[in-house]
Antibody, heavy 118, light 109 residues
Framework: QVQLQESGPGLVKPSGTLSLTCAVSGGSISSSNWWSWVRQPPGKGLEWIGEIYHSGSTNYNPSLKSRVTISVDKSKNQFSLKLSSVTAADTAVYYC???????????WGQGTLVTVSS | EIVLTQSPGTLSLSPGERATLSCRASQSVSSSYLAWYQQKPGQAPRLLIYGASSRATGIPDRFSGSGSGTDFTLTISRLEPEDFAVYYCQQYGSSPEYTFGQGTKLEIK
């Protein structure tokens, strides 16, 4: 059974870069899956940020594309998110998640709260 | 972008009752690539239904999904105490935007 675990700073300064990592266990990141980031502002709904395949192919939410970079580290079986030029509106719980092609998100990390504040 | 609109925003019911949640898409969802998730406070979403009507592994048969095109429904036949949560629909057929509905909160009456 695949398990996902997010890690990274819980506080980021405005205009800075948010950086998170998702460690994958119980399966290989090089399997035929897409690895995604989804966020949820406090008390609000879910927003898909983007995804990566082990080959390095990526898809991003057009509304965030200019600020997002998702990368994969196959040697460490993990993938990462960088979100630049953050503002208070980027304060959210950030989840990593897995899906197979043409499938929804079937495995999720527990989520990590990132607060943007000076 | 496909916009998903869920109704009602909040549904107040008692254990044992039947719950019907709606998800309407702004354009047709290809091949019924529509999923439903359950989220409880402080937890990650849990996949309930995929392909509009197929239950995910381990999901009780009191949960059922139906619909096609632009109109989809999640039905919980007899509510158990653990079913009170927020429910989200999501389309995953329109790459690269996997949009979610705004959620329906199912609360105990």
């Amino acid at each position: 059974q695949v398990q996902l675990q997010e890690s990274g700073p819980g506080l980021v300064k405005p205009s800075g870069t948010l950086s998170l990592t998702c460690a994958v266990s119980g399966g290989s990141i090089s399997s035929s899956n897409w690895w995604s980031w989804v966020r949820q502002p406090p008390g609000k709904g879910l927003e898909w940020i983007g995804e990566i395949y082990h080959s390095g192919s990526t898809n991003y939410n057009p509304s965030l594309k200019s600020r997002v970079t998702i990368s994969v580290d196959k040697s460490k079986n993990q993938f990462s998110l960088k979100l630049s030029s953050v503002t208070a509106a980027d304060t959210a719980v950030y989840y990593c998640a897995k899906r197979s092609t043409w499938s929804p998100f079937d495995y999720w990390g527990q989520g990590t709260l990132v607060t943007v504040s000076s | 972008e496909i916009v998903l609109t869920q109704s009602p925003g909040t549904l107040s019911l008692s254990p044992g009752e039947r719950a019907t949640l709606s998800c309407r898409a702004s354009q047709s969802v290809s091949s019924s690539y529509l999923a439903w998730y359950q989220q409880k406070p402080g937890q990650a979403p849990r996949l309930l239904i995929y392909g509009a009507s197929s239950r995910a592994t381990g999901i009780p048969d009191r949960f059922s999904g139906s619909g096609s095109g632009t109109d989809f429904t999640l039905t919980i036949s007899r509510l158990e105490p653990e079913d009170f949560a927020v429910y989200y629909c999501q389309q995953y057929g329109s790459s690269p935007e996997y949009t979610f509905g705004q959620g329906t909160k199912l609360e105990i009456k």
